[in-house]
């Protein structure tokens, strides 16, 4: 499956955009694991991508949308967190809103 995915940074969140036609929300899982990667997959395997969140990306802080088989997921920014922190976050499971189809 082909399919396009934006990255864009604002002044307080890093903001995906993937193009997931024929998928609704149930078909999708987005999440974080241990080494600050967004993994964005559908259940059946068709489709995976990952991204390695930049160091401000606040994995304790983040909201997925989708509708018309277009999925946005934002990843709040925060620069005051420390090494630290982020190496102490766990793996997050992000539900996903929007319109049942």
């Known amino acids: 499956m082909?399919?396009?995915i934006s990255w864009r940074e604002t002044?307080?969140?890093h903001v995906f955009?993937?193009?997931?036609?024929?998928?609704?929300?149930?078909?999708v899982l987005v999440f974080i694991d241990d080494?600050?990667?967004l993994q964005i997959s559908?259940?059946?395997?068709?489709?995976?991508?990952?991204?390695?969140?930049?160091?401000?990306?606040?994995?304790?802080?983040?909201?997925g949308f989708m509708e018309?088989?277009?999925l946005?997921?934002?990843v709040?920014?925060?620069?005051?967190?420390?090494?630290?922190?982020r190496a102490n976050n766990n793996v997050k499971v992000i539900e996903i809103t929007g319109d049942d189809e």
């Open 2 to 4: 082909q399919t396009q």
């Open 11 to 13: 002044p307080r969140a």
């Open 17 to 27: 955009k993937a193009y997931l036609p024929g998928f609704d929300r149930d078909d």
């Open 35 to 37: 080494d600050r990667v």
């Open 42 to 63: 559908t259940e059946d395997g068709k489709f995976m991508s990952r991204f390695k969140l930049p160091d401000n990306a606040r994995s304790d802080e983040i909201d």
């Open 68 to 70: 018309n088989g277009v």
């Open 72 to 74: 946005l997921v934002a």
């Open 76 to 85: 709040g920014k925060d620069v005051s967190l420390s090494m630290q922190e």
